[in-house]
């Protein structure tokens, strides 16, 4: 019976130095037990600060209607709606990283994805808010859902967009919640045994449901696991799919298009894996993580942003080469005109998207670039910077030029609240993985565990002894059974 | 219903396999092995019969498929029928996006939902540990004591296959919703066929 499975000695060890069981747990557990540190006080205390700007900003809008906002009869849709789609993009990292690199079993994602997951869930909370908030009336939010009312009973339309919105993005929401925690109880049982403190017994206690680590409990979990991780799979592609369809199943030129859904999915994939490439650089330093979250993870991470960064320059040239073919003029102006016409209002968000979503990456071919922790950081700020022009110039520049002339906007821009709507984001998003670094473990500790066997340096040295005398044993035996 | 329990604590996994098959051979009776981190094959070596979860999670999802679909069906075309563009009441490939979502939302929250049932898990849930470092770094193995069990015996038993520090406890075991003590039927009646 062979437990162990044979792994190539040219794959990189998933986790550096010798590491016992017990290690792993000190490592990764003994930040929640000490008191954080001052630049965590600094990052969680500015976090709070922008949220605060955020919730004030929302209510203004709440209380004095959504016309604090700069949107006009033609761009209906700006800031706003920009930023629901770069969040919920950013989101789908996460549940690439734990579902389908699960199913591809890419044992690598153990390192990095409960931290990815987590990042999925409060990039999907932002996400969550713009929509909701741009109804105006938000206390009236619940009409969207169907549900027996005294209005007729007046029904949702079940074939608008805007509805499957509603149901893909509280789906995913929900099911990346119950990936993510269930994933986490074994974790947070393993805090709760080590734990001292009075407070620290009951939270922990209460969190982690009441983990034992039993052997059929594992089975379950491992079911579970893989079962969830098969619906998160189509799930996370129909997500982006379903929020490009509230543009593609529009008849506005740059909009009307078929390409979307892939060409949204790959965008959500690339903009996700910089934003958890971001949060995992300051993680693993801050934290002292790096034996877990190793240059081989970065770099495997900076392969899909590659991939997916080229899948979405390719989307970008076919959409424009197609609005031409098409010879539907309004098309092909809304592109020449609108976009790439550089002298034109937001010339400058088409060349900034791009620069930094199809030229800048391509540097990643290069495996010195690559595996460069400084450069990569830099690198996907850029990404992600680049990716929020790409949903500025779908949303904007589709609409701020009406078919009449006499109904164009001549420059839309944001409101002070409106930017600070989105900087509240960045407020409810930061302060959210702040505590959850401070209050969880980061690394899923259990998987490490699991693959600590067949891939931690200690083993594959191991291992590599093994094989070698075994090696050596075959040649004697077929010496003695005379082949030599 | 208190029972007493021989508890020992397993280092390695190379040394827990032979001695979980030592253990059944000699017919002693495992309460359970409680370990950090899912060790794989150790549920067939205990005996223990597929999870059907999975199963679980088909039919959950089959009830969210029928569910949008039936509830979007009735409200277009029976409640509440709308003329919308003089597109059709029953628009089929509009209602997938829903009833997709739909499917996934329901299996993914019942499975979950029936995995905490199952494994009677909750907030607030007492039970017994038998051993901190189960959740840490060692592979801890738990023998019920029955009636007739020789305690000494079970001990040396175990000391023999490699444990370390073996003890006995007794635990009560806990309820779960007034449900006492009923056993869980997760061992397998025929001979267990034990890897080699």
Redesign the interface.
């Known amino acids: 019976m062979s437990l162990l499975r044979y792994e190539s000695e040219l794959r990189e060890p998933l986790v550096d130095g010798a590491k016992s069981y017990h290690q792993v747990t000190e490592d990764i557990i003994s930040p929640i037990e000490s008191k954080p540190s001052r630049l965590w006080w600094i990052g969680f205390s500015t976090a709070i600060a922008l949220l605060i700007f955020g919730v004030y900003s929302v209510y203004r809008e709440v209380d004095l209607g959504i016309g604090q906002w700069n949107l006009t009869r033609t761009v209906g849709w700006g800031w706003d709606i920009t930023n629901f789609v770069w969040w919920i993009g950013i989101g789908h990292a996460g549940t690439l990283i734990s579902a389908i690199l699960l199913l591809f079993r890419q044992t690598w994602r153990t390192g990095v994805n409960r931290a990815a997951e987590a990042m999925t869930i409060f990039a999907v909370m932002c996400a969550g808010q713009f929509p909701v908030f741009h109804m105006g009336r938000v206390w009236m939010g619940f009409f969207v859902f169907p549900y027996p009312n005294s209005r007729g009973p007046l029904w949702p339309n079940f074939n608008s967009a805007l509805l499957w919105d509603v149901f893909a993005v509280s789906t995913y929401f929900t099911v990346s919640l119950l990936f993510w925690y269930t994933g986490l109880l074994p974790d947070l049982a393993t805090v709760r045994d080590r734990a001292r403190t009075k407070f620290r017994k009951m939270f922990y206690g209460l969190a982690s449901f009441g983990w034992t680590g039993s052997t059929k409990h594992w089975q379950r979990q491992e079911s579970l696991a893989l079962v969830l991780a098969g619906l998160a799979t189509p799930l996370v592609l129909s997500v982006h799919t379903i929020v490009s369809f509230d543009f593609a199943t529009s008849v506005i030129p740059g909009w009307h298009t078929t390409i979307f859904p892939p060409y949204f999915v790959a965008g959500a994939i690339f903009s996700g894996f910089a934003m958890v490439q971001s949060l995992l650089i300051i993680t693993r330093k801050v934290l002292h993580l790096e034996d877990y979250i190793t240059i081989g993870h970065i770099e495997a991470m900076n392969k899909v942003i590659v991939l997916t960064g080229s899948i979405v320059g390719c989307a970008y040239l076919s959409e424009l080469f197609v609005s031409w073919y098409s010879g539907n003029m309004y098309e092909w102006w809304a592109f020449r005109e609108n976009r790439a016409n550089i002298f034109s209002p937001y010339g400058w968000a088409y060349y900034g998207m791009m620069f930094c979503n199809v030229v800048s990456p391509q540097l990643f071919w290069s495996r010195r670039l690559r595996r460069n922790v400084t450069f990569t950081f830099f690198m996907v700020v850029l990404v992600n910077v680049g990716m929020w022009f790409e949903r500025f110039v779908i949303i904007v520049t589709s609409i701020y030029r009406d078919y009449l002339p006499s109904s164009w906007t001549i420059y839309y821009s944001p409101s002070i609240w409106e930017i600070g709507f989105y900087l509240g984001t960045f407020g409810l998003f930061f302060t959210l993985y702040f505590l959850f670094a401070k209050f969880f473990p980061v690394i899923a500790v259990a998987e490490i565990k699991h693959v600590l066997k067949t891939s931690g340096e200690s083993f594959k040295a191991e291992m590599e002894t093994i094989e070698r005398k075994e090696s050596a044993q075959f040649y004697t035996e077929d010496v003695a059974a005379g082949h030599h | 219903m208190i029972k007493r329990f021989v508890v020992g604590t397993f280092e390695e996994?190379?040394v827990l396999?032979p001695a979980v098959k030592n253990v059944r051979r000699a017919g002693y009776k495992i309460h359970?092995?409680?370990?950090?981190?899912?060790?794989?094959?150790?549920?067939k070596a205990?005996g223990?019969r597929?999870?059907s979860?999975?199963t679980m999670?088909f039919i959950y999802?089959l009830t969210g498929t029928l569910i949008a679909l039936g509830?979007?069906g009735w409200?277009?075309a029976v409640?509440?029928p709308?003329n919308?563009g003089g597109?059709p009441h029953f628009?089929l490939p509009?209602?997938i996006?829903?009833t997709?979502?739909?499917t996934?939302?329901l299996?993914?929250?019942g499975?979950?939902l029936t995995?905490?049932w199952?494994?009677?898990?909750?907030?607030?849930?007492?039970?017994h540990?038998f051993s901190?470092r189960?959740?840490?770094?060692?592979f801890?193995m738990v023998i019920e004591l029955m009636e007739k069990s020789n305690e000494d015996e079970i001990k040396a038993f175990l000391r023999d296959n490699g444990a370390i520090d073996i003890n006995t406890q007794v635990a009560e075991e806990g309820w779960w919703f007034g449900r006492y003590d009923q056993e869980?039927k997760?061992y397998r009646t025929e001979e267990p066929v034990i890897?080699?």
Do not use: R
């Open positions: 996994e190379k396999f359970d092995v409680y370990t950090p981190y899912p060790v794989h094959h150790l549920d205990l223990l597929e999870t979860l999975h999670g999802g509830g979007m409200i277009f409640d509440w709308l919308i597109k628009p509009a209602y996006p829903i997709f979502e739909l996934v939302l299996s993914a929250v499975m979950t995995y905490c199952l494994n009677q898990m909750m907030p607030g849930v007492k039970k540990h901190p189960a959740t840490d770094d060692a801890v869980q997760l890897e080699s």
